[in-house]
């Protein structure tokens, strides 16, 4: 653990729960035009990124280098697969899918904008404005987009950099461990903390989300 960077995480952190909490109008208004503006301006981006992972994983998984071991030539699993797999859905999707198994696929099949924004501009595009048949099924691909082989290939190709640099080339099981192909050493430096602190960002605020709501929808349950 790199002290300087864990203040810096811990202080980003603190700083945007804080601005959140005491400007909460005004959050609403960036948050909700930064959202628009990366959705407007990266869409295609994401969906080409999630392809070409997705198709990575599937020539790792078909070629000889999805024989090579994670670790040590001589080493072993520790766990079954089955047992592996349940971990890997328990505890990386399980509050997630509990959650937006039933909400996710609704939300694209509303049209009315509640939320300020188009719902499903997927389906908007395709002519399914309407709510019936043809834009639940574009709300079904959507959601399956975000929870099926696509979503887990992002999954994979995080995991098996961690591992591969981690436990066989003995590198700090770290996101910046994966640079290191690209910048040798200086994954020791501004560019290593800087992938780090991004890496620790996203992981803090996506599951704060995913348990955020999972909690709020919980709650309303009780409550109704």
Known sequence: MHRGMTICSALLVLAFVLFTGFQSETASVLFGATRTWIESTFSGYYLITVMLLLTVCGFIVFSKYGNVR???????????????FSMLFSAGIGIGILFFGVAEPIFYLDNTGGFGYPNNPHADMAGAAAIGYERAIDALRVTVFHWGLHGWAIYVIVGMS??????RKQLPLALRSALYPFI???IY????HLFDILGVLGCVFGVATRSGLASVKWRWGWSA
């Open 70 to 84: 994670l670790g040590p030539d001589d080493s072993r699993p520790e766990f079954s697969n089955f047992s592996w």
């Open 162 to 167: 961690l591992a591969y640099f981690a436990y």
């Open 189 to 192: 430096g501004v560019w290593g």
């Open 184 to 186: 040798g050493e200086r």
